[in-house]
Nanobody, 119 residues
Framework: VQLQASGGGLVQAGGSLRLSCKAP???????????MGWYRQAPGSQRELVAT???????NYADSVQGRFTISRDNSRKTIYLQMNSLKSEDTAVYYC???????????WGQGTQLTVSS
């Protein structure tokens, strides 16, 4: 699955940013079979879950972002979004889009997009 992530950048602490991830080559009937999500990896750290969302809108968040980040999904556009508010320096990381099929187990990653939060 080809995933195209965008939206990273440099933002001050307390600011907001929105990431997007599109799966342009999937047909819709296949796309809805995927649980989509965002993961991040800070320097020297392992990749960690940020948030996931099913085609039906079931959401799962890491405790560290709960209440600050919101994941959403537009199935018709085959796109997910991550709205990040009240950003902290510890949110600095490379953010990766992920697609995992509910039944086949197919698991794909997009290219990372860098978020840097300056304090």
């Amino acid at each position: 699955v080809q995933l195209q992530a965008s939206g990273g950048g440099l933002v001050q602490a307390g600011g907001s940013l929105r990431l997007s991830c599109k799966a342009p080559r999937l047909i819709l009937s296949t796309y809805v079979g995927y649980i989509m999500g965002w993961y991040r990896q800070a320097p020297g750290s392992q990749r960690e879950l940020v948030a996931t969302i099913s085609s039906g809108g079931d959401r799962n968040y890491a405790d560290s972002v709960q209440g600050r980040f919101t994941i959403s999904r537009d199935n018709s556009r085959k796109t997910i979004y991550l709205q990040m508010n009240s950003l902290k320096s510890e949110d600095t990381a490379v953010y990766y889009c992920n697609a995992q099929h509910r039944t086949s187990g197919d698991n794909s990653w997009g290219q990372g997009t860098q978020l840097t939060v300056s304090s």
